[in-house]
């Protein structure tokens, strides 16, 4: 550090030149001085500039007079100087040094929110058409209006400044490269900013002079990485910031980052760390009165509470984020607002009874799904039995009696056994349907086509005596229990296969295709279609629409809806009668 100058330490021995020389020098490097020491010298220097008519040194002492001023935040004497160094400029006649002046009027302007006025000043620099400082200008200009919120403006400035800085070395673009990220982050444009934010991470390195803005990097990487449900990605970068913030003691940037780490963890179903990292923004916050961090952090989490239908909890955060509203943003209003607070808890506690209620009834309708399950599976079991023996002895009696039974008689009993199968085989549909449910911890992510070929190599004797034609799409990944898929597949395929037009070839098309951004899968045949007043009815259970001609217990396509249904699906079909059937579905990946 240079040592302080005072107006009885100035040496008389001490130049003119010695004494702006001592002048430049703390003004470039004395921020930490005491402004009046400074300022002695500085006068100093300037009345000898005066004297001796050295306009040039008069102006590079008002210049950084006034942006000493500048960095101290005293914007209304950095203004003065700034003035006073533009009427040097224009004395001189030379563009470079009034370009110089314009752009730290803008530049100071942007300090102060003037966004118009600092624009005014950077277009007046950029005029004058003065090389070595269009970057700095054009990165002001970018500011200006990304400040503004005015982002594809931005944009087209912060490229011109990379366009300008091309024969500049890497840490001197390293500003840009951070400004694009961002701006391109802002514009949702999130795979286009990930290669700036690499770049300026690669310029720099290890060094620690770039810590502040390391951990703005990581923590603009988590953003992008969460707007782009790359949770995984996102947990990694913003501990990273936090540690980096950490150092830097950025308090107000680890309650930030803690925010968004929380809702990593939240996409990541980690929902007890996600509480963690909310709590701990929330102290954080309130430790060191960020009262703006705090209110967003409130919100979070009275959202994740009522989420998770911790009423109470939430009841509690509604009371804290009002009582902080009503203090620092609307105190006004405080009376409104606790009368509004005290509405909010009396529909909470309406809310609390309700769900008490809605529990219990939830409870009880378990209990009843539990015994009807038990019921149906008790029936099935018990009814199975006494039909295996019909089936049993009508064909014994067939076998064994054959000789002596008119073919009347066998005809009955071929009768009598195919209504048992029947029977046999209702009971077991029935059965399948009643006790159909979802088991998360059996839900996988399954490779759909290589189940296909599993479901058509045991379907090949259907599909060889119908003499059909399988054509099959690669089809997507799929989160679900095998056997649902499994059971919902074959099923569709059976029916195209079972409700074939005998006057032409079996062709079904099983593919995949989108629609509003969901992914369906689709099963089409060429078979005899479906009459358009009956398609209504057709995933009911016990529809039959083709009783005599076809078997089948109408169970079938019922069983196919509650599996969709199960995953908050979507099942439909398209069909024209004579042309054939198309059967749609879609099982959203909800289970990770």
Not at 67 to 95: M, T
Not at 354 to 367: A, G, V, Y
Not at 428 to 441: G, P
Request: with cysteine; proline share 2%.
């Amino acid at each position: 550090m240079i040592a302080a100058v005072s107006e009885n330490t100035i040496d008389p021995k001490i130049s003119n030149l010695s004494i702006l020389d001592h002048a430049l020098a703390l003004l470039d490097k004395g921020i930490n001085e005491i402004p009046s020491n400074i300022e002695v010298l500085v006068k100093e220097a300037i009345a000898l500039s005066k004297q001796s008519n050295d306009k040039k040194n008069l102006f590079r002492l008002t210049i950084k007079w006034g942006f000493y001023w500048h960095r101290l935040e005293q914007y209304q004497k950095a203004e003065k100087q700034y003035i006073r160094a533009l009427k040097v400029a224009e004395e001189l006649g030379k563009d470079e040094f009034t370009a110089h002046v314009y752009s730290n009027l803008g530049l100071l302007n942007l300090r102060r929110n003037k966004h118009s006025n600092a624009l005014h000043f950077l277009f007046k620099a950029l005029s004058l058409h003065t090389e070595g400082q269009e970057c700095f200008i054009y990165s002001n200009i970018g500011t200006a209006f990304f400040e503004q919120g005015k982002y594809e403006k931005a944009l087209k400035f912060y490229q011109k400044t990379m366009e300008r800085a091309e024969g500049f070395e890497e840490k001197n673009k390293l500003n840009t490269y951070i400004n694009i990220g961002v701006t391109l982050q802002c514009l949702e444009r999130y795979e286009e900013a990930t290669p700036y934010y690499l770049k300026s991470l690669e310029v720099m390195g290890d060094s620690e002079l770039y810590m502040d803005k390391k951990a703005a990097c990581f923590e603009n990487f988590g953003e992008v990485s969460l707007a782009q449900k790359q949770y995984d990605n996102a947990v990694l970068y913003l501990r990273q910031a936090i540690d980096f913030n950490i150092q830097l003691k950025q308090l107000k940037r680890i309650s930030v980052c803690l925010r968004l780490l929380g809702k990593a963890y939240l996409g990541q179903q980690k929902y007890d760390d996600a509480y963690q990292s909310f709590q701990k923004s929330l102290l954080n916050a309130r430790e060191h009165q960020h009262i703006v961090e705090e209110k967003e952090v409130l919100e979070i989490i009275i959202q994740y509470c009522k989420e998770r239908k911790w009423w109470e909890n939430c009841i509690d955060y509604q009371d804290q984020l009002i009582q902080l509203q009503s203090q620092y943003f609307y105190p006004e209003q405080k009376e409104k607002v606790q009368a509004i607070l005290s509405k909010q808890e009396e529909e909470m506690d309406v809310l609390v009874e309700r769900h008490i209620k809605i529990e219990e009834q939830n409870q009880r309708l378990q209990q009843y799904n539990r015994e009807l399950k038990q019921y149906a599976f008790i029936v099935a079991h018990d009814l199975k039995e006494p039909l295996c023996n019909i089936t049993g002895f009508s064909t014994l009696l067939s076998s064994k009696y054959k000789e002596q039974l008119n073919e009347e008689v066998l005809e009955l009993l071929q009768y009598i056994e195919g209504g048992a199968n029947y029977m046999h085989k209702l009971l077991e549909d029935l059965l399948k349907y009643t006790t159909l449910s979802l088991n998360e911890a059996k839900v996988v992510q399954i490779d759909t086509n290589e189940t296909l070929q599993k479901i058509l190599t045991q379907l090949q004797p259907k599909i060889d005596a119908a003499k059909a034609k399988v054509q099959i799409d690669i089809l997507p990944t799929m989160s679900i229990e095998p056997k649902h898929f499994q059971w919902l597949m074959t099923q569709l395929i059976e029916n195209s296969l079972k409700f074939s037009d005998p006057n032409r070839l079996c062709h079904i098309y099983i593919h995949t295709y989108q629609k509003r951004n969901r992914q369906y899968i689709e099963v089409r045949d060429n078979g005899i279609g479906i009459e358009a007043e009956q398609q209504q009815k057709i995933f009911r259970i016990f529809q039959r629409l083709h009783k005599q001609s076809y078997e089948g217990t109408g169970i079938g396509l019922a069983i196919c809806k509650k599996i969709v249904s199960l995953y908050n699906g979507e099942i439909g079909l398209q069909s024209r009668e004579g042309e054939g059937t198309a059967v749609y579905f879609l099982l959203p990946s909800i289970f990770k």
